[in-house]
């Protein structure tokens, strides 16, 4: 028990000085957005739903898994997050929409070095600002739900990020990108069932589908092993996986979602560390998808 409160308290903590140092980029970056905002992620909403979606996000299975996703995706939404874009067209995967949460110029990468930016992009409001300077599709925008409260402003974050931007609509996540594909697709698009592909939340070799992104992947490995939070787990399949305490918590928060939102989210791959699925013999069960 006490391992787990000292994780949770990791967790929490980082997340703190995570706030603290973007917060400033945040709000230049929601200022400079401003301007280019036409549409906003409400204007999506779907009230009959109907539809199911599948969506992609950028771990290492979504390789070992492109054919199932091939097939899955036939008479399906695709939604993909900004890591897997490039991989995913590469592959001949054209996603209905690409999902863009991170405010860094890195992350901006993901999205302007891929082969098409004519694609429906939805994206937050503190993402950085090339994005909307070069995007060629519509850009739907939302304010990311932190629940965070500035001192110095005296407000909630998210609350002057809609005030300055003039957009209503908050999406609340896990803190993670797929988690805002996620909760898009189950809120704003009201799918009925939604298929996770490449959530893997471990690696085994490399951490991004394709083998991609070997700096990105440098990086996180060195500064999580320094904070000595990498770990061995198991994923779905009973295989011996790496993982660290960030993706362990965006697992857990995927996790909950599922649960609570029974029967509509399923894990496409067997490669991940979710439970995703109901509690069966004092277990929870990875369900696994059979349509």
């Known amino acids: 028990m006490s391992e787990v409160l000292d994780e949770d308290a990791i967790h929490l903590a980082r997340m703190k000085r995570t706030a603290a140092r973007l917060k400033g980029v945040w709000l230049e970056n929601v200022k400079a957005n401003a301007p280019k905002i036409?549409?906003?992620?409400?204007?999506?909403?779907?009230?009959?739903?109907?539809?199911?979606?599948?969506?992609?996000a950028a771990g290492p299975s979504l390789g070992e898994d492109l054919e199932a996703v091939k097939e899955k995706r036939k008479g399906r939404e695709l939604v993909c997050v900004d890591a897997a874009l490039i991989f995913s067209l590469e592959n001949g995967l054209v996603p209905d929409y690409v999902v863009g949460a991170d405010c860094?110029?890195?992350?901006?990468?993901?999205?302007?070095?891929?082969p098409r930016r004519d694609l429906p992009l939805v994206l937050n409001v503190s993402a950085h600002p090339s994005v909307a300077e070069n995007w060629k599709g519509p850009i739907y925008w939302y304010v990311t739900?932190?629940?965070?409260?500035?001192?110095?402003?005296?407000?909630?974050?998210?609350?002057?990020?809609?005030?300055?931007?003039?957009?209503?609509?908050?999406?609340?996540?896990?803190?993670?990108?797929?988690?805002?594909?996620?909760?898009?697709?189950?809120?704003?698009?009201?799918?009925?069932?939604?298929?996770?592909?490449?959530?893997?939340?471990?690696?085994?070799?490399?951490?991004?589908c394709g083998g991609q992104m070997k700096d990105?992947?440098?990086?996180?490995?060195?500064s999580e092993s320094a904070a000595g939070t990498v770990s061995r787990t198991v994923n779905a399949r009973g295989e011996t996986v790496l993982s660290n305490l960030s993706l362990r918590k965006f697992a857990e928060w995927h996790d909950e979602v599922a649960l609570k939102m029974r029967g509509r989210v399923?894990?496409?791959?067997?490669?991940?560390?979710?439970?995703?699925?109901?509690?069966?013999?004092?277990?929870?069960k990875c369900l696994k998808s059979t349509s």
């Open 145 to 208: 739900g932190s629940q965070v409260y500035d001192l110095d402003h005296k407000a909630m974050v998210q609350e002057m990020h809609s005030k300055i931007s003039g957009v209503g609509t908050v999406i609340f996540q896990g803190g993670n990108v797929s988690s805002v594909s996620l909760a898009f697709a189950l809120s704003i698009m009201n799918a009925d069932k939604v298929y996770l592909y490449g959530h893997d939340f471990c690696w085994k070799d490399a951490m991004y």
């Open 104 to 114: 860094k110029e890195e992350a901006a990468g993901f999205l302007l070095k891929a």
């Open 266 to 284: 399923v894990a496409g791959s067997g490669s991940t560390i979710m439970k995703c699925g109901e509690k069966l013999g004092g277990r929870l």
């Open 38 to 56: 036409k549409k906003h992620l409400g204007d999506l909403w779907l009230d009959e739903g109907g539809i199911e979606v599948v969506s992609l």
């Open 216 to 222: 990105l992947e440098r990086k996180r490995i060195e």
